[in-house]
């Protein structure tokens, strides 16, 4: 018989261990702690990509800039050979001139571009990072109802455990009691009636 329980007991153990392997897999702060680590390496590429971007915006800036001087220094150097009566010089400049004028109008479209993709990386960063910050207050919130309950059970499983040991307390001492009642009263049983004996003894000693 003790087999039996005893195989019983291991039994229902073990399903109670994969039940809390299963339970394990589908709890929801491990579940969130895995998104959040997921969403957290987005978030790097997101900022690695942004900080890319702002390369990328001063290197076309540089070349805009120097675009930009050139073109100017070109059509001031124009206007000095068309003065000195200088064809080829004042040719020359102004093909310059254009060329320059042109690779600045590529680039600050570029630049353009690029400052625009930096502003929408920034808001979908920062929307990011909101969203990090709220998981991560509600992991704090499941956390704590997590850690109730397991609290709460922890505390029922005490109190349970205290109550039985109390009544089983309260079993002993009650049939201590009874066996003590029990025995006072026999023991008063036996004194009277050899009490009784003797005063009978002694009554009809008088008599006689």
């Known amino acids: 018989m003790s087999n039996i329980i005893t195989r019983m007991k291991n039994a229902v153990s073990a399903d109670l261990h994969d039940w ?4 394990e897999q589908k709890n929801p702060i491990a579940m ?39 073109k100017e220094k070109r059509e001031k150097q124009a206007i000095v050979a068309k003065k000195a009566d200088e064809q080829s010089l004042y040719d020359f400049a102004r093909r310059e001139e254009e060329q320059y004028e042109e690779q600045a109008d590529k680039l600050q479209s570029s630049l353009t571009e690029i400052k625009q993709s930096i502003d929408q990386l920034e ?3 920062r929307d990011m990072k909101h969203k990090l910050k709220d998981m991560k207050y509600k992991r704090l919130e499941l956390m704590g109802k997590e850690n109730m309950i397991r609290l709460n059970h922890r505390m029922n499983q005490v109190l349970s455990h205290n109550n039985e040991q109390s009544s089983r307390k309260f ?23 050899d009490d009784k004996i003797a005063k009978l003894e002694k009554d009809m000693k008088h008599e006689a």
């Open 123 to 125: 808001v979908k960063y």
């Open 32 to 70: 969130l702690n895995q998104h959040l680590r997921e969403s957290e390496k987005e978030v790097e590429k997101i900022r690695k990509m942004m900080d890319r971007q702002r390369q990328l915006r001063d290197e076309f800036t540089k070349e805009f800039e120097q675009a930009s001087y050139m």
């Open 20 to 23: 809390m392997d299963e339970k």
């Open 171 to 193: 079993d002993e001492i009650d049939r201590y009691m009874e066996s003590l009642e029990q025995r006072v009263n026999r023991d008063y049983e036996h004194y009277t009636f």
